[in-house]
């Protein structure tokens, strides 16, 4: 079972910015917060992690409240080409490696 | 870039034949992973691998093995293909991935068993 809850969908416009929120209301103290993007027909790509506070590289931004149950990627001025899955994961630092758990992710649609 | 390449994009195969996926990573990393897609089950995990001819299974092994002779390459095997094993198979690769970071994914390969 995945331990997040995300959005099913989201539907957006070109050039604006993209706030998808994921809940983890049972986050565990060693859990990071780990975002994977997908297209169709091709496997996830790792978008960004974070702990606690704000995380930025240069293809989003993660927000992670004090109290960490939820968390909220921020995607600037998103193009057509951004229109993906969007995996929020909850995962163990130390824990058994290749446990990533994929719920049913966010389905973003950018229009033009 | 690391890139994660599986052999076959598409594939078709006849219920009892032996099936060999194949996934070659670039970046030698250490870990390499094969899971399964299938919707509203997410990804699941069948087997990976630490090491050279190290392997472990992961949360679905039944009914597939593994092979891991080079650092880069790690194949699946389906023994004895069944229909319920048509998905969409998906390898990674990364070195330490601690939390979920940094995991590489090939473009996957989208099995049918008829």
């Known amino acids: 079972l995945a331990k997040t809850t995300q959005p099913i969908s989201m539907d957006s416009y070109e050039g604006q910015e993209v706030n998808i929120t994921c809940s983890h209301n049972?986050?565990?103290?060693?859990?990071?917060i780990t975002w994977y993007q997908q297209f169709p027909s091709q496997g996830p790509r790792f978008i960004i992690q974070?702990?606690?506070t704000k995380v930025t590289n240069e293809v989003a931004s993660l927000f992670i409240p004090a109290d960490r149950k939820s968390s909220t990627l921020s995607l600037p001025r998103v193009s057509l080409s951004d229109t993906a899955v969007y995996y929020c994961?909850?995962?163990?630092?130390?824990?058994?490696?290749?446990?990533?758990?994929f719920g049913k992710g966010t389905k973003l649609s950018v229009k033009p | 870039d690391v890139k994660v390449t599986q052999s076959s994009r598409y594939l078709v195969k006849r219920t009892g034949e032996k099936v060999f996926l194949e996934c070659v990573q670039d970046?030698?990393?250490?870990?390499m992973f094969w899971y399964r897609q299938d919707p509203g089950l997410g990804l699941r995990l069948i087997y990976f691998?630490?090491?050279?001819?190290?392997?472990e299974k992961g949360d679905i092994p039944e009914g597939y093995s593994v092979s891991r002779e080079k650092k880069e390459r790690f194949s699946l095997i389906l023994e004895s293909a069944s229909t319920n094993q048509t998905s969409m198979y998906l390898c990674?690769?990364?070195?330490?991935?601690?939390?979920?970071?940094?995991?590489?994914f090939g473009s996957g390969t989208r099995l049918t068993v008829v």
């Open positions: 990674a690769s990364t070195n330490g991935g601690y939390g979920g970071y940094g995991y590489t």
């Open positions: 049972n986050i565990a103290t060693n859990d990071y």
């Open positions: 974070g702990y606690k």
């Open positions: 994961l909850s995962v163990d630092y130390g824990g058994s490696q290749g446990n990533l758990i």
């Open positions: 970046m030698d990393h250490e870990n």
């Open positions: 691998s630490y090491d050279v001819k190290m392997k």
